[in-house]
């Protein structure tokens, strides 16, 4: 929504009420993160893959279980000797039945900060994809190290058939998903992302004060994909009519069609009102 409502002129957020500034003092970007991208030259089934996600993270139990303190260790000093962080590693080519065999792909992923020093001096300089400073270059190669180590320590038998590598990085995703600060996702998720007040100002559906617009997306409703889908179909009820929507939804098909056994099925829902 940050993205949404900076489109609007100063005069149109004035008109609505829209306090940006109470919006980023009350909520951050969520973290970002670091994700290996890993090409092999064997088939998922071959290298033991499997079909769901693996969250990996050995150095737990030195933490007493405690997530918060693990991860803020690592966000004081990712490159910390002898660390393992939390990382989830995934395989898409195991979930996919068309993949090509003999081929197979990894992804691992890791929280990653936008004010690291690293970060935040490559940002500051100016610099662009393919023209980074070799101290960035270096902080990339470090991760695709950990990312690797990390691969063969869960599946021994992909060592060997590691074809490609590519390392994105929170400038990486500020780029791509056109986030802010390169959050993954979007406003960070605490206590005070869910305060009344602030969803009646910035998080309905129904933008406050500006006729016909309407949002949809995870921070309007809750975090993650499904919160993201099921905030559409809000949006699509509250502009097509909750009917037309329930059809679409129970029925599938052609959405013209639809709309047209929609607006027949209300025309005679009101029949027996106007006889």
């Not at 470090?142 to 590519?166: C, N, S, T």
């Not at 305060?195 to 309905?204: A, C, I, N, T, V």
Request: glycine content about 10%; some cysteine; aromatic content about 10%.
């Amino acid at each position: 929504c940050l993205n949404a409502f900076g489109l609007l002129s100063d005069a149109q957020r004035a008109a609505a009420g829209i306090d940006l500034g109470r919006l980023t003092r009350a909520l951050k970007p969520s973290h970002s993160h670091v994700l290996g991208f890993i090409s092999l030259d064997k088939g998922a089934e071959e290298l033991g893959f499997p079909s769901w996600n693996v969250h990996s993270a050995p150095d737990l139990p030195q933490y007493g279980y405690d997530v918060s303190a693990m991860q803020r260790a690592f966000y004081a000093d990712p490159f910390r000797p002898g660390a393992r962080p939390f990382m989830t590693v995934m395989f898409p080519s195991a979930k996919d039945p068309s993949f090509p065999p003999g081929r197979s792909t990894v992804i691992i992923g890791t929280e990653g900060l936008w004010d690291w020093d690293w970060v935040r001096e490559e940002r500051e300089a100016g610099t662009r994809p393919g023209r980074r400073s070799e101290a960035f270059r270096a902080a990339k190669a470090r991760f695709k190290d950990m990312f690797l180590e990390r691969l063969y320590a869960l599946f021994p038998a992909a060592e060997g058939h590691v074809v490609q590598i590519d390392v994105g990085t929170p400038l990486a995703m500020a780029r791509f998903l056109g986030s802010t600060e390169g959050a993954s996702y979007g406003l960070e998720w605490t206590p005070a992302h869910i305060d009344r007040e602030l969803h009646e100002q910035f998080f309905s559906c129904d933008v406050p004060g500006v006729p016909g617009l309407y949002q949809a997306g995870e921070a309007t409703l809750y975090a993650g994909l499904f919160g993201a889908l099921a905030s559409a179909y809000l949006a699509a009820a509250r502009i097509l009519g909750p009917l037309r929507v329930l059809l679409l939804l129970l029925r599938g098909g052609h959405p013209p069609v639809l709309l047209e056994e929609a607006e027949a099925a209300e025309a005679e829902a009101e029949a027996p009102l106007l006889r």
